[in-house]
């Protein structure tokens, strides 16, 4: 029973269905009966027998429900398990035979299984973590569908290999089930088994048993096609007459969701859901992993079916509860239900008229039959144009009078789309999945249109929802199993699912639409489309389908195709329809043919029969020849007294009106620093494509469309945001023409501009243009489409030819950045974007925490949504459902005029009458609506409630310009008719042309904002501020014009609200967008708080970190800021003000209230026109005052503002009563005392009260708007998640949607998700310039320098991006400049005058037996070694004074003085610089890959460490040669080296070391362009821990790694190696050399030694006065590092010199220093060093600190050369990183890494002190540094009594002075007779130094003596050898050590005193 054919309807079961609907639509008190199709042929039995009190369920069936949790109060029946066998396994997991049968266990064993059978997986209920393997015959188990399966069982055990279980119930005993219920398969088999990739056996689909619960039923019609179609949605009762939504429908639960039993087992019937399911008032356990499944992205509910259960049914059942969704829910606080979801505004998708597109090209051309004839009247008697949609098959053709019918496609594609879903399958090779069939298509098609309300029009978009929730539903477990990863390689093939037949559509079809009151006709035809087409044509001329809306056609004929076409015959829906196919060049080309052509003269004719007194004109021209010559009325009085008075200079002023600084808000630092980042990533990419360090400043272009306003606008921000100053483009006095230059209108006129931009990019490559293309998503026309009609009109195309030419984009030195508010047709499958290149507006709170603080919050689209929410004050977003009646009415009378035309029609002669009105022609109050009333009563008296005269402005837009060239001109007339000229200006503004404002005004205008130039004139609508006007704003899109904070009205009721995409809705909302001031105290939760919920998410506001706040709260916590009644502020004591409708447009003036008994009335709450403090103004509602019942009329009354009492649809009701009250009489006060009530107050009591200006709340209050009611339902109505309707709209005209096959936008998404959700699901058309994109074959199609900027309307996008420009140039500059050391050289006044010694000034080299003869300068200069010792010589006497205090350790590097130079074209480089020329250099370069490089180990012995040094080199190929290796074998044999007498100059002689540590990143060991490209051998020398990440980041360089016993030495250990490493080599070359016949002394034998911080270097050039003259003048210059080696290698005797070196760079060099060209001096930095010379003096390879000032003595004391060249100079990069600052002194035992002050350096031997963690000799150093007083207090600045240092030089501290002298015999040492010391300091001293050596020296009694030794036993022994105790004592606890473990080898000192 339960399998049989699906589509023969039993007559039992039609009856029973038929009964039931009858029955339920009599009980209903709906007018829509329930249509029978749905219960017939929807899975929908179970739930309506439930809601409906249908037929009962059988018994078996109820208790399957219990057991599926839907009925928990019903216990199970006990079910008694026969015991099992004797001795048999009883273990769970196991079968009775002992065998495991767990997943788990035998995922991995081979497994037979039989032909035909399956492997599935049981449940067991003791073991609910595990899956029991058995082998079932598939005949048994359901299709993907659910049905067919047979009944009963056939099973294997696959643990014991038993066959033949033919019960499932002997099988559940055989494997150990233990149930206590009847065992049932479809309970306890659950999944599929598959094998994984790997061959593991997992768990797969769920079996799906959907159809086994049906099997008891008698009538089997609904087991069969329940899978065609979504489950539908239930809802309260829905009245299809009326037109308020009702409030208690809900949408979020289907039906069917409680039709199966156990559901949390059958997740496919809950798929669909759009809320949470309830189960008996509980959740659907399935449905959170449902709404998160991709598949199941909450579809919009189609309200396909709409259940009519006006309560409980007669007797309750299990499956209605009273928490069930039938009863109101309150979660929709709209009280839209379903029918507010299709409130919706057009079908979206937009043909391309004129373009190819899909919408035109894939309908087929074959029509059949006859020619079907269009009756000639037909536009006449049916009163709108009748709209055919092309449904399946073939269209007749058609002839007659085509003019009256409209003919589209867009349904015949909408179904082609939906027949493609199933493509997205493809790829997982399931073709088997079968697309939704014509027949359901159509089914579907015309059950939507049944349920549309009157006022709603057809969408396509919702029938694609519609379709693919029926298609998912019917393969829901096909598309489950592809969407499981691995793919299965054999799915298990569905089964055909038994479709609609052809013959039963035309029935069904009209089953459906019998229920709908005749709004859907069904007319079905014999043989074609054509007789259904004239029969429609017949009924509609004779009227007999006035009531019907759609007229659905069907031939279903022929064998198995059918025909269709639907033709909207409703005059609503049919005139929204066909406008809506309209192109927006076609709309225009329409409205203006009407207005050439006269045809809107007989609307003109209709409105003067309207008037009691004829016609309009008539009246106003009564009454201006009334009212000529007197101006008597009070209102012009005032007004012209008030005029009068501020000529004559009282000059009252205006607290509320001050104009803004120009400032930057964090909010847009905040972008710029975002916008940087992006900039400095694509940078920083290994692609190469920006290199910023080759850039020396930033230029900039911004291209903006084609507007005049916009244009004047960004000038403006321009010029004042000084970004032209600080990017040092222009100088302090810049003119406008200059300013001009950096902004481009895309007009004719844009390409030479542009082509100079493009020229002056090509010619500064070193100047980094920034392209920025403001609101870009105006003109995304390709420029293919531009070179088609390019005749038509020159700017098509014009962004694509200019921004995407192929100069732009392969420049590379130009950045594009796209800014706008709508960056939807940007992000499409095609863009050239990156996502990563896209910055969105952050949110402006982040879990509650307020990001970045600002005195302004943004008020945008999703605020003015929140206002409509009920609960609140008056909404901000409002329409006039008095204008669209008659709007409607008058689209009846004159249905060939386009409705633009008749709604600007209306709508101006609205004004006219209320301007009329106000001006005392009080009868024509009844020809206005309410809302126009409130906004001309508001705009005429707001300037007299200001001493200055400030008033509002209403902003009345008017697309069309030829329609708002009328409006104008309309407007004017009546304006100078009512003598209001002088009271409100009226604007037409026009894109194209500049502002144009009447001479009164501009005075006006100039004496507010001080302006004294007498030429000015407004060129920005901000600039109107406070001028109250109507500004006309006409053109197709607004183009980013600002308006000013005067704004209070934005009229939208003339946007053509029949083209609705996305982009242009979010458009014309985004006019209103407005800044709200945040420093009074507003409702609770101030608006604008930006959560993320509802952070602008329609118009991608948010930042990527926010987290969601609930639904609930996004309610309770915000309100829109200050809703007392927008615009009360503007009121006036006109009499005329005060009206008693209940609605949003009441104006309370004066203290006059409507007397309502009800309370104050709906309108503005009471409000008067005094001042005010703020903190009154915006008391919260919770403090709001009672309102005191007045009884004196002078009592005016006050009362803080509230959320008026709204109508809980959100819609006001009494929207009808257009009646004001004009009495002037005071109101009684009612009863109740809620209404306050004073006299009107004379003309004369104006003035006193007029401070109330209009601009004090401008900055607190955003504008109210009025939107179409199409447009105002499409923005209100949301979605199941809180998104409005608009935002799922097609983004824009120029993308359509990619496939159909699309989830929904969701309002939880950022705008990153719907930024990919965008680039994911929509293509560019043909005519879009990203259409071409994919073509160029590229997978990565995206722009490497191109960067989009999004964010919500009027935020401040320019001030970002220019502020955004300013911290690139800065950061520009910062890049190309450095901070180097500028310090003076120390001790210059110790240096004595000498003569003269060179002969010439200018000698380039020095003299060899000259520079001989010059004594050596002992005394240190460097600055770094300011706190070192001063080392005395025997000429110096020394004053204490002359020695500064020293600085703290710590002070030391940070009080260092530095200087930012820019980089020039020589410097030295760290990792961080790319550029063209280095890339090969670097080893970075794109086309290869990173350099390979070897490791060579390099020995050789040494005797002084008395063992082999085992040193390796990594050494890339492309340096391989420098090197000689061993011919077999490939064996480094040494490093080659050049000759003496080698003249080139193409290379650097000597090897370059750099000893580096830390640096990886910092060091400058780039030296391509300080070599200035020349060739040189460069050696980084590197600790072994760093080997790996210095090669990584300079893979091209070769490294010299240190043993790794140097791990933690300091920088002489690299020192002494690269100097012994270089001598060994020099001995290797000249052996090899000598081979080839080459002197041993012509070997080069010097190395240069650099730090790895030497940036730039420096020669000073002399200009000599005359011969031997002493006067000069010179001037420094950056020279390369080439220049000055070259200059030294080229020296005369080099050889001779053992140490040449340079300045160190100061600014502060005096003459001094240059005078002589050399010195004989200490050289520190950057040395070259002479190794053969050197060969016998050593770096000391323990040292630390001054180890070269250590080796320069040690030359000097061998008697070798040191030199200076005093001329050229080396500038230090300060780096903050690594250097001898990577040694970090710690506790060795403590885990915390506290710092240890010097003083705990040392210790007494065999101490407890805490050890430290750092090598002896560093903290011996350190010790000596700070604390050396203690061993040597009489030395403590006694300068003329030195501590004598022997063979070492050690530093010990500022404050005492050293001399150094050598024990080596033949050393050159200082004389010491005439030196009494006060100390003597022995550090490791060796065999030269004896006792009779030390005799020789003198020490003042009291003198301090230090021993330093490797040990204690050393110590002793030295103590003896030196015979130290004969002049010495010593004391025992005079013993020290440094703080090191014994297994650190601590260093021992011994101290004893001169005797």
Same mark, same amino acid.
């Given at each position: ?86 001795? =048999? ?286 009756? &000639? ?30 003919? $589209? ?24 999945? /079968? ?5 359901? *298509? ?17 969408? @396509? ?126 709309? *225009? ?38 009212? *000529? ?149 105006? &003109? ?10 390019? /005749? ?8 694509? %030819? ?106 101006? /002669? ?37 001493? =200055? ?150 118009? $991608? ?84 005052? %009672? ?142 310039? &990203? ?146 020329? =280095? ?24 005797? @002084? ?196 070196? @340079? ?99 040392? =210790? ?106 490797? &040990? ?44």
């Amino acid at each position: 029973m339960g399998n049989s054919y699906a589509g023969q309807l039993k007559t039992t079961r039609f009856e029973e269905v038929l009964h039931n609907s009858i029955e339920a639509s009599l009980r209903s008190n709906s007018l829509v009966p329930r249509p029978i199709f749905s219960q017939l042929y929807l899975e929908a039995e179970r739930h309506l027998s439930a809601l409906e009190g249908g037929s009962r369920v059988d018994h078996e069936e109820e208790e399957e429900e219990g057991e599926g949790g839907l009925e928990p109060n019903c216990p199970p029946n006990p079910y008694q398990m026969l015991p099992p066998p004797e001795g =048999c396994c009883t273990t769970d997991g196991f079968c009775q035979a002992g065998k495991d049968l767990r997943l788990a266990s035998i995922s991995n064993e081979p497994i037979d299984v039989p032909a035909g059978f399956l492997l599935v997986g049981a449940k067991s209920p003791n073991l609910p973590d595990h899956l029991l393997v058995c082998a079932v015959d598939k005949r048994f188990l359901p299709d993907d569908s659910g049905h067919n399966a047979l009944l009963g069982f056939s099973g294997n055990c696959v643990g014991c290999g038993k066959k033949g279980f033919c019960y499932f119930t002997e099988f559940s005993n055989h494997i150990n089930l233990k149930l206590t219920t009847q065992p049932k398969k479809q309970k306890h088999l659950k999944y599929y088994l598959v094998r994984s990739a790997q061959g593991a056996l997992t768990k797969g689909p769920l079996i799906c048993w959907k159809g086994s619960e049906f099997r008891g039923r008698q009538t089997p019609a609904g087991s069969c096609s329940g899978s065609l179609f979504p489950p539908l949605d239930s809802s309260g009762p829905l009245a299809a007459s009326s037109s308020e939504p009702t409030p208690g429908a809900n949408p979020s639960v289907p039906m069917g969701a409680q039709q199966a039993g156990p559901a949390s087992d059958h997740p496919s019937l809950t798929a669909a859901a759009t809320g949470p399911t309830v189960f008996n008032g509980k959740d659907s356990p399935k449905h959170q992993q449902l709404v998160k499944s991709k598949l199941s992205a909450t579809p919009r509910p189609s309200a396909l079916g709409i259940l009519t259960n006006s309560g409980p049914p007669k007797k309750r059942h299990k499956g209605w509860s009273p928490e069930s969704p039938s009863a109101t829910d309150g979660s929709y606080p709209q009280g839209g239900g379903n029918r507010a979801k299709y409130e919706s505004a057009s079908m979206s998708y937009m043909p391309q008229v004129g373009l190819v597109g899909p919408a035109s090209v894939t309908f087929p051309v074959v029509a059949s039959g006859e020619p079907v004839s269009v009756p &000639d009247n037909l536009l006449k008697i049916c009163k709108a144009k009748p709209v055919i949609f092309k449904g399946h098959g073939n269209f007749p053709y058609l002839c007659g009078n085509l003019n009256d019918v409209v003919v $589209s496609p867009l349904l015949y594609t909408c179904y082609q789309n939906s027949q493609s879903i199933s493509r997205a399958y493809e790829q997982y090779g399931a073709s088997t999945i /079968q697309p939704i069939s014509e027949e359901t *298509q159509l089914l579907l098609t015309v059950y939507y249109l049944v349920q549309l309300a009157a006022d709603q029009v057809p969408m @396509m978009e919702d029938l694609e929802q519609i379709f693919l929730r029926s298609w998912r539903e019917s393969h829901l477990t096909e598309i489950r199993q592809y969407q499981q990863a691995p793919p299965q390689p054999f799915p298990p093939a569905p089964s055909a699912v038994a479709p609609v037949t052809s013959a039963q559509l035309p029935w069904l079809a009209g089953l459906a639409a019998s229920s709908c009151n005749d709004s859907v006709h069904i007319i079905e035809c014999t043989y074609s489309l054509a007789e259904g087409l004239s029969e429609m044509f017949r009924l509609l001329i004779e009227g007999k389908l006035a009531k019907t809306n759609y007229v659905v056609i069907i031939c279903a004929c022929r064998n198995a195709a059918i025909d269709s076409c639907i033709a909207v015959t409703g005059k609503y829906q049919a005139r929204i329809l066909s406008e809506s196919l309209l192109t927006p060049a076609e709309y *225009q080309k329409e409205v203006s043919y009407e207005l050439v052509t006269g045809k809107v003269d007989s609307l003109g004719a209709f409105f003067s029969t309207l008037c009691p007194e004829g016609d309009i004109d008539i009246l106003l021209d009564k009454f201006h020849q009334e009212n *000529q010559g007197h101006i008597s009325s009070s209102l012009t009085a005032s007004s012209v007294t008030k005029s009068a008075s501020l000529d004559v200079g009282g000059a009252p002023t205006c607290t509320s009106y001050t104009l803004e600084p120009h400032h930057i808000r964090p909010f847009q630092l905040a972008v710029a620093q975002k916008l940087l980042s992006h900039v400095c990533s694509i940078a920083d990419s290994s692609t190469q494509n920006l290199d910023l360090g080759s850039f020396e400043k930033v230029d900039f272009l911004i291209c903006i469309p084609p507007s005049e306003v916009t244009y004047q606008q960004t000038l403006f921000h321009v010029w004042h945001s000084g970004v032209l100053l600080e990017l040092g483009l222009e100088k302090e006095h810049m003119t406008k023409q200059r300013v001009e230059q950096y902004v481009l209108k895309l007009d004719a006129e844009a390409q030479t501009k542009f082509k100079s931009f493009l020229q002056n990019s090509f010619q500064n490559p070193h100047t980094l243009f920034v392209l920025i293309h403001d609101h870009a998503h105006w &003109d995304l026309v390709s420029s293919t489409v531009h070179n088609l009609y390019s /005749q038509s009109d020159p700017s098509v195309g014009l962004v694509d %030819r200019l921004l995407n030419c192929r100069e732009v984009k392969e420049a590379p030195n130009i950045v594009t950045l796209h800014v706008t508010s709508f960056p939807y047709a940007l992000q499409t499958q095609h863009t050239l974007i990156s996502p990563y290149n896209e910055i969105h507006w952050p949110a402006s709170y982040s879990n509650g925490a307020d990001l970045y603080p600002e005195n302004k919050k943004y008020f945008g689209l999703s605020e003015f949504i929140e206002s409509t929410l009920s609960g609140h004050s008056l909404p901000l977003l409002r329409y006039d459902s008095s204008f669209e009646a008659m709007v409607t009415a008058l689209g009846k009378r004159f249905p060939r005029l386009h409705s633009a035309v008749i709604r600007t029609f209306v709508l101006v /002669q609205h004004y006219a009458a209320a301007m009329m009105a106000v001006s005392g022609l009080s009868q024509m109050k009844n020809y206005t609506s309410v809302e126009t009333l409130e906004i001309t009563q508001n705009l005429i008296n707001s300037p007299k409630q200001c001493p =200055c005269g400030h008033g509002l402005m209403v902003l009345l837009r008017v697309p069309c310009s030829p329609l708002a060239a009328v409006a104008y001109e309309r407007l004017a007339h009546v304006r100078a008719r009512l003598a209001l000229e002088q009271h409100f200006e009226i604007i037409l503004s026009n894109p194209s042309s500049g502002i144009t404002v009447g001479k009164h005004f501009v005075k006006q205008l100039k004496m507010w904002q001080k302006i004294e130039d007498a030429e000015w004139r407004p060129q920005t609508y901000l600039e109107l501020e406070g001028l109250p006007c109507i500004l006309i704003f006409s053109g197709m899109d607004p183009h980013g014009e600002s308006l000013p904070r005067s704004l209070r009205y934005c009229d939208l009721r003339l946007i053509n609200s029949s083209c609705l995409v996305r982009t242009a809705l979010e458009q014309e909302l985004g006019l209103a967008a407005y800044f709200v001031s945040n420093q009074i105290p507003l409702e609770k939760g101030v608006c604008g708080e930006a959560l993320e919920s509802d952070t602008e998410k329609l118009s $991608s506001t948010d930042s990527e970190d926010e987290e969601l706040a609930t639904e609930g709260s996004t309610s309770e916590k915000r309100s829109p800021v200050k809703r007392e009644r927008p615009c009360s502020h503007d009121s006036t004591s006109s009499p005329l003000s005060s009206k008693a409708s209940s609605k949003s447009a009441g104006s309370v003036l004066g203290g006059e209230s409507s007397a309502q008994p009800g309370g104050p009335s709906q309108g503005e709450q009471a409000r008067t026109p005094q001042p005010c403090s703020p903190s009154e103004e915006g008391r919260a509602p919770g403090d709001k005052q %009672r309102l005191r019942v007045s009884q004196g009329p002078a009592v005016v009354n006050r009362h803080s503002p509230g959320p008026a009492p709204q109508p809980d649809s959100g819609l006001r009701t009494s929207q009808k009563s257009v009646q004001v009250s004009v009495t002037s009489s005071s109101s009684q006060l009612s009863s109740s005392g809620s209404s306050s009530s004073s006299t009107v107050p004379t003309a004369g009591t104006l003035v006193l009260q007029a401070s109330h200006c209009s601009m004090t709340k401008a900055c607190q209050q955003p504008p109210v708007v009025f939107l179409p009611k199409l447009v105002y339902d499409m923005v209100t109505s949301t979605d199941s998640s809180g998104l409005p309707k608009a935002a799922s709209l097609l983004p824009s005209h120029s993308v359509m949607w990619a496939s159909s096959f699309r989830p929904l936008l969701s309002k939880t998404m950022t705008s990153t998700e719907q930024s990919l959700y965008y680039r994911q699901w929509t293509v560019p058309r043909p005519s879009h310039m &990203d259409y071409g994109n994919r073509a160029e074959g590229r997978v990565d199609s995206f722009h490497p320098r191109r960067l989009l900027l999004s964010g919500p309307p009027q935020i401040g996008k320019t001030g970002a991006y220019l502020q955004f420009l300013s911290i690139l140039s800065r950061m520009l500059i910062r890049l190309t400049e450095v901070d180097v050391y500028d310090e003076e050289e120390i001790n210059i006044n110790l240096r004595e005058e000498s003569e003269w010694h060179y002969l010439q000034l200018s000698d380039p080299w020095p003299d060899l037996e000259l520079f001989k003869t010059l004594p050596f300068d002992y005394i240190i200069h460097d600055p770094k070694y300011e706190d070192a010792s001063l080392i005395c010589s025997h000429h110096q006497a020394i004053k204490s004074e002359d020695r500064g205090t020293s600085r703290k350790p710590e002070d030391l590097y940070m009080r260092r003085q530095t200087a930012r130079m820019r980089l020039s074209k020589y410097a030295a480089y760290n990792t961080y610089h790319h550029c063209e020329q =280095c890339h090969q250099y670097m080893g970075f370069h794109p086309r290869y890959q990173l350099y390979e490089s070897t490791l060579h180990a390099f020995a050789f012995s040494y005797s @002084m460490l008395g063992e082999e040094i085992q040193l390796h080199f990594v050494i890339p190929k492309s340096k391989e040669h420098h090197f000689v290796f061993s011919q077999p074998g490939g064996r480094l044999e040494s490093m080659r080296l050049p000759l003496v007498t080698d003249k080139s100059h193409e290379y650097i002689k000597s090897p370059t070391f750099t000893p580096t540590t830390g640096r990886h990143e910092h060091g400058l060991f780039n030296l391509y362009h300080a070599m200035d490209g020349a060739s040189h051998l460069h050696v980084l020398v590197v600790k072994e821990y760093e080997m790996a990440i210095y090669k990584k980041y300079w893979p091209n360089h070769i490294m010299l790694v240190l043993p790794s016993i140097f791990n933690s030495a300091g920088v002489g250990a690299a020192h002494f190696l690269i100097k012994e490493l270089s001598y060994h080599n020099l001995e290797l070359e000249r052996s090899r050399q000598e081979e080839l016949g080459i002197k041993p002394q012509d070997i080069w034998p010097f190395i240069v030694i650099s730090d790895d911080s030497c940036v730039m270097w420096n020669v000073v050039d002399i200009d000599c006065g005359g011969e031997r003259s002493r006067e000069f003048s010179w001037s420094e210059r950056n020279v390369s590092l080439k220049y000055i080696m070259q200059h030294i290698e080229a020296s005369p005797n080099i050889t001779h010199y053992a140490l040449i070196g @340079m300045r160190k760079w100061s600014s502060k060099t005096g003459t001094g220093e240059v005078r002589e060209p050399f010195s004989r001096c200490h050289v520190h930095d950057f040395v070259v060093l002479n190794v053969d010379l050197t060969q016998n003096v050593q770096y000391n390879q323990n040292r630390f600190l001054c180890d070269d000032v250590d080796f320069n003595l040690r030359v000097q004391s061998a008697g070798l050369l040191l030199c200076r060249f005093n001329r050229f100079s080396v500038m230090k990069k300060q780096i903050a990183v690594g250097g001898h600052r990577s040694f970090h002194v710690t506790s060795k035992v403590s885990d915390n890494p506290m710092t240890v002050v010097p003083a705990q350096y040392i =210790c007494a031997p065999d101490s407890k002190h805490t050890f430290l963690a750092a090598p002896a000799q560093l903290l011996l150093e350190k010790f000596l540094q700070h604390h050396s007083h203690h061993f040597f207090p009489l030395s403590l600045k006694n300068h003329g009594h030195p501590v004598l240092l022997v063979d070492c030089y050690l530093n010990l501290g500022s404050q005492i002075s050293v001399c150094y002298v050598s024990s080596r015999p033949h050393s050159l040492n200082i004389s010491c007779s005439d030196f009494m010391f006060s100390g003597l300091l022995l550090y490791l001293c060796d065999s030269f130094v004896g006792a009779s050596f030390l005799k020789k020296f003198h020490f003042l009694k009291g003198a301090t003596l230090c021993v330093i030794c490797q &040990d204690r036993n050393s110590l002793r022994q030295t103590v003896v050898r030196l015979e130290l105790e004969d002049e010495w004592q010593f004391r025992l606890r005079d013993e020290f050590q440094t703080a090191n473990a014994k297994e650190d080898r601590p260093l021992f000192f011994l101290t004893g005193r001169h005797i």
